[in-house]
């Protein structure tokens, strides 16, 4: 070593070589500062910190009942029933009285544009348009989020989420993925694109980029409303009323759980073929369990969430208001622009149980997923149907006329769940990745699952005879 | 290095804990940034772990070390020879 000619990376040769003398003394300087320093910590505890003895220790006896075998998994499954039983029954009410007085003052505002003479064009635009699809966001979306929302950045604050984790760790590290993976999809329930960015606490990049594709199979809550209005009138409308959230919650886990599925088989795929690799450690940390703060969770969920998450949507829901009633109503030859292209999609979406609107709605929704029912109501109602929608008897008379049946429902939900994530959450895998062709796979890979999932779905309902 | 068996009869690996039971950590056959992270978590040698509790199928492992509870993976955990109390 002494004899080495010493060049003019001097510095890089000396890193080099350091490394290696570390390497050769097998981890004893890495160790030894470890050592050092715990040694240090301790000591500065034994002088200054004074213990008490009496604590009783809640953490390990709450983690008996919420990690054994027998309860632990019973009770994930019915902590998501009751909170989607909560937020579904306890929406209902501000959903209509918000739907109420937004819409009576869409009376007033169409009141004073016939009173200062405005064109039907602009009253159209501007009220038909971009003022009642944000009032549709606002009364569907706001009251499910500001119950959500607090719900689980109490769950969050608790300390329960780590403990999903450990529940779960066994299942992904069959499909060769992290168990935090699991945190990543909590994330994802509220919103994907923060789902996307959470997985930075995946260590392996391969089993990173797992979880970012694998993300959006977590139906965030801008997708929520869709699978709640469809499972209120098709799964429960037959229901008593005091059964019928308790029927959707039912409906809204099962369709949960399909995403959780596909997430499972996907990662499992992933692992085998596009990302193959052994799976690598995971450290877990299960923090004690504590008393929420619960002013700072209503704070925290409210305005750095549902106020976010609003905010983006509205955003979204005026320009595409006025787009989707512009193409409703600019008629080339018979019918609008916006019933040709339905019409056009309508072989495919058959074919996969949905029709031409649903399809076009879902794809006029890449913005954000919270347009694309008031996208979708929008359309039908502009194809003839003029009635006044406050309520979801209405809602069911309309879709019903426009021909859905239970299959539609199903394939529409299914699809909800399953298809493309929004924009922003692709470009948020862009930035998190910094790679258009995994970005891109982050688009392919649920829509390849939606289509094969509803396409199969629909095609063996039929041939059963089950559905027309 | 590779060999991660137990040098004499008092030792066993921390995945061969019994839940409830308490050692003391002998000496840690992982390498490169796990055996960072797990040391910095204060998995080191002469140290008292508790196992406190298995997942749901037996894996992973939730140890006590210095008032945190860290999980591990067994076949992690099985890298780590403890002395037994």
């Known amino acids: ?468 | 290095m590779q060999g991660a068996k137990p040098k004499n009869k008092s030792q066993i690996t921390l995945s061969q804990m019994k839940e409830g039971s308490a050692c003391t950590i002998a000496d840690l056959h992982l390498e490169g940034l796990l055996r960072r992270r797990i040391m910095d978590l204060g998995f080191i040698p002469g140290t008292a772990v508790q196992c406190v509790r298995k997942g749901p199928t037996g894996d992973p492992i939730a140890y006590t070390v210095r008032g945190t509870t860290i999980a591990l993976r067994k076949e992690d955990a099985a890298k780590i020879n403890v002395f037994m109390a």
């Open chain 1, 1 to 468: 070593m002494s004899n080495t000619i010493i060049g003019h990376n001097l510095l890089s040769e000396l890193k080099r070589e350091a490394q290696k003398k570390r390497l050769a003394g097998e981890n004893f300087f890495a160790d030894k500062i470890v050592n050092d320093i715990f040694a240090n910590a301790e000591d500065i505890v034994r002088k200054n910190v004074v213990r008490k003895d009496k604590q009783i220790n809640w953490s390990q006896k709450a983690d008996n009942v919420l990690t054994s075998k027998i309860t632990g998994y019973p009770i994930m499954l019915l902590t998501l029933g009751v909170i989607l039983w909560i937020t579904i029954s306890g929406a209902n009410v501000p959903s209509a009285i918000l739907a109420d007085v937004l819409f009576r003052f869409q009376d007033v505002l169409t009141g004073i544009f016939m009173y200062l003479g405005a064109p039907d064009w602009l009253h159209g635009v501007l009220i038909l348009g971009s003022y009642r699809s944000l009032a549709w966001v606002v009364s569907v979306m706001l009251p499910p989020m500001a119950i959500f929302f607090p719900l689980f950045t109490l769950l969050e604050d608790l300390g329960y989420l780590p403990r999903v984790s450990f529940n779960l760790d066994h299942i992904f590290k069959k499909a060769r993925a992290c168990g935090k993976q699991s945190l990543t999809m909590c994330m994802g329930f509220g919103c994907n694109a923060a789902g996307v960015i959470s997985c930075r606490i995946i260590d392996s990049p391969r089993e990173r980029l797992i979880a970012i594709l694998t993300n959006n199979f977590v139906p965030c809550n801008g997708r929520f409303p869709i699978l709640i209005a469809i499972g209120m009138i098709f799964g429960a409308g037959a229901l008593a009323s005091h059964l019928q959230s308790a029927a959707v919650a039912g409906i809204i886990t099962g369709m949960i759980l399909i995403g959780i599925a596909v997430t499972f088989i996907v990662s499992w795929a992933l692992s085998r073929t596009l990302l193959k690799g052994e799976t690598s450690s995971m450290v877990l940390e299960l923090p004690p369990y504590r008393r929420p703060k619960i002013l700072a969770v209503l704070y925290r969920s409210f305005i750095d969430r549902t106020i976010f998450v609003l905010r983006r949507a509205v955003l979204v829901a005026l320009p595409a208001g006025a787009i989707t009633w512009l193409v409703s109503n600019v008629y080339v030859g018979e019918m609008s622009i916006l019933a040709h292209t339905a019409n056009f999609l309508d072989p495919v979406a058959l074919a996969i149980g949905l029709d031409g609107f649903i399809l076009l709605a879902f794809i006029l929704g890449l913005p954000a997923n919270e347009i694309v029912f008031p996208i979708l109501i929008m359309s039908y109602l502009s194809s003839g149907y003029m009635i006044e929608l406050d309520s979801l008897a209405d809602l069911q008379i309309l879709l019903v006329s426009n021909g859905w049946t239970w299959l539609t429902a199903l394939c529409t939900m299914l699809f909800c769940v399953l298809h493309w994530p929004c924009a922003t959450t692709l470009l948020t895998a862009l930035k998190e990745t910094g790679s258009k062709k995994w970005s891109f796979l982050a688009f392919l890979i649920p829509t390849g699952m939606a289509f094969l999932v509803c396409f199969i779905v629909a095609q063996s309902a039929r041939l059963l005879g089950l559905a027309p």
